[in-house]
């Protein structure tokens, strides 16, 4: 790709162009399962419900926000689900050591940063690729949280904050801290879709060689990228032990499957260079909704996790089909104009 085609990339960067049909059908099908479902149940349409997916929907749509940066950028993070876990151990084991509940917190978080600067190391300094190095993580973490906490699970967390992770706002149902996450979804769109730093993520997704040449500092990027994974996957860790009162070493794993399928599903490439927050927005909310109905449907999560993997595949399958067909009928309109001359 020229420099030309890149900087024409860039400039297109913006979230109004960003947006698309598949954006728009997705929001759609959103819908169409939403209505799906309160017909199915007659408990689904209720604020009880309400609030309930959405605690459950807030550990990976924190996940998603860094994970579609890092995936822009042409790199995957596959331990964020083990990070989850050390950092919701450490602070299970402090507290379980009666440490303060807030020391407990900001060391779980503390954890989970620096995990992720290690991630940042490998790969931007040392010129590991990503998907090995953080394959070697995820089992890394998932073992140092089994040698802080063992194989207890730990669940006396102070009432105040457990509590607050619980509250409601008012009648609506809607948890206090969805509007924590909202305004994380807007400092995400701000920074990818309207910044320079986001134009040059979509640079670095393109070409290396063409984000050096547009002025980005491609090592310090993917570095501080992993870092803000690794800082959100301990903000989860933390909430992760509260939600649940329980802090386990396996917490929140096989998560970083859902997160994953949920930014490739919201038309983040896995070859980088293309995606918008939007759409992972809509696509966290979506698969979400499918899980949460499934259960309320009592099915089995063995079947579940086959539907999680089942649209992970078609996220990256189908959109190089699609090019392949849009590429076929370009080219057979050509040839007619051709023979039409």
């Known amino acids: 790709m020229t420099t030309t085609n890149v900087a024409s990339g860039i400039g297109k960067s913006r979230l109004w162009q960003r947006i698309n049909l598949r954006d728009v059908a997705m929001l759609l099908a959103l819908v169409v399962v939403i209505v799906l479902n309160s017909l199915a149940r007659d408990n689904f349409a209720t604020t009880t419900t309400v609030g309930f997916l959405l605690l459950d929907v807030i550990p990976i749509m924190m996940l998603a926000l860094p994970m579609a940066f890092i995936i822009i950028s042409a790199e995957i993070d596959l331990s964020v689900a083990s990070m989850v876990g050390l950092s ?41 690729p990503s998907l090995a190095a953080t394959i070697g993580t995820l089992a890394l973490y998932r073992g140092l949280a089994l040698v802080v906490i063992g194989d207890v699970s730990v ?9 607050f992770v619980q509250a409601r706002l008012g009648a609506t149902g809607v948890p206090i801290v969805t509007l924590a996450v909202l305004a994380s979804i807007a400092i995400a769109i701000i920074i990818l879709h309207f910044s320079s730093f986001g134009r040059g993520l979509y640079a670095l997704g393109y070409s290396q060689e063409a984000a050096r040449f547009v002025g980005v500092n491609v090592n310090q990027t993917k570095f501080w990228l992993f870092v803000a994974s690794g800082f959100v996957a301990g903000l989860v860790g933390l909430y992760w032990a509260l939600r649940y009162a329980s802090a386990r070493s396996d917490s929140a794993s096989g998560l970083e499957l859902t997160v994953i399928a949920a930014v490739l599903l919201g038309g983040v490439s896995i070859f980088g260079g293309r995606g918008s927050i939007p759409g992972v927005v809509i696509a966290v909310l979506l698969i979400a909704t499918i899980t949460y109905g499934f259960r309320l449907q009592r099915i089995s999560d063995v079947v579940l996790v086959i539907i999680t993997g089942a649209l992970l595949i078609a996220s990256v399958v189908a959109p190089s089909y699609f090019q392949r067909a849009r590429e076929w009928w370009r080219g057979l309109n050509r040839h007619k104009n051709s023979l039409a001359s």
């Open 88 to 128: 919701a151990a450490t602070v299970g084991a402090l507290v379980l050591r009666e440490e303060n509940m807030l020391v407990a917190a900001v060391v779980g978080v503390g954890v989970g940063t620096v995990a992720g600067a290690f991630n940042g190391f490998l790969v931007a300094y040392l010129g590991l």
């Open 155 to 163: 669940g006396s967390f102070p009432e105040e904050w457990t509590g």
